[in-house]
């Protein structure tokens, strides 16, 4: 039988996350007897357990306190960041922040009483996160973000590697729709096909490219300095090797100035999938 939450469950549409990995991090926030929970990335809210009246105060409290919990939190280390009295039951709420390089990202638990969390199940909300997600796992300069996350990291790269060339192509591998083949794989299988995949285009990344993941099925290539001709040359005959199944996917290319880079309208139209 499928685990079904007892609760209301949201997520970004930004986050593009599958019903299956949707099915298992709402099940690890359930194991901490979450009656209520958020994940964020930075100030971004991408995935929500609970009513969402009831959140709505919680969640500006969240936001208005960020820079603090940011400068006091710690890796992988649950703190208590309030409690209250709602209808004569006590609550708390708990923060785990996750290990990442760049951005703060961290999960709140709201629950009934004042219990602690056994460590055997706040890791496993943690290797739910870190799995499905892909957040910092990896020294790659990769990750599975929400849009807005995504654009504020990457941009930055972008722009400082075209201040040196003036110009680059940025490569989308677009694989097909892999969701399908998650289930009956499990979940180790699914992630080498996804190392597989990651592994293919650093091996072939020239010294000064950046390579980085969106989502689960768009992967990026930025090449400073290149051009579309040869670009194209080099990529179009590309292919993914696994040895599970025959990969296929869709390749587009997209000239890169410092300019459109600079321009934050230009620059997410870039990210906009056309397939």
């Known amino acids: 039988m499928e685990f079904q939450s007892p609760y209301p469950v949201t997520s970004s549409e930004d986050l593009k996350i599958t019903e299956y990995h ?11 007897n979450a009656i209520s929970g958020f994940l964020f990335l930075e100030n971004e809210p991408v995935f929500r357990l609970g009513d969402a009246e009831k959140q709505n105060s919680i969640l500006r409290q969240i936001l208005h306190n960020l820079e603090a919990l940011e400068r006091e939190s710690q890796e992988m280390i ?8 709602e209808e004569g039951v006590l609550h708390q709420a ?17 629950q009934k009483g004042n219990e602690e969390l056994p460590r ?12 499905y997600l892909s957040v910092g796992i990896s020294k790659q300069e990769k990750t599975l973000l929400s849009f807005r996350s995504f654009t504020e990291v990457f941009r930055t790269k972008m722009e400082a590697s075209l201040e040196e060339t003036g110009a680059g192509v940025l490569a989308l591998f677009y694989l097909q729709d892999l969701s399908p083949f998650f289930k009956p794989l499990g979940i180790v299988k699914s992630r080498e096909i996804l190392r597989e995949v990651s592994s293919t285009l650093q091996a072939m990344a020239k010294e000064g490219e950046l390579f980085f993941q969106m989502n689960l099925r768009s992967f990026y290539l930025f090449c400073p300095g290149e051009t579309m001709e040869h670009a194209n040359k080099r990529l179009e005959g590309l292919y993914f090797p696994s040895k599970h199944m025959i990969l296929d996917y869709k390749l587009q290319l997209f000239p890169v100035s410092l300019e459109v880079v600079q321009d934050l309208n230009q620059f997410s139209s870039l990210f906009m999938e056309n397939f």
């Open 78 to 85: 649950p703190t208590e960041i309030g409690n209250w009295d």
């Open 120 to 131: 055997n199940k706040w890791k496993q909300l943690s290797n739910s996160v870190l799995t």
């Open 22 to 32: 949707l099915r298992r991090l709402t099940y690890a926030f359930w194991n901490l």
């Open 94 to 110: 708990i923060l785990i922040r996750f290990p990442h390089k760049e951005l703060f990202v961290f999960a709140v638990i709201v």
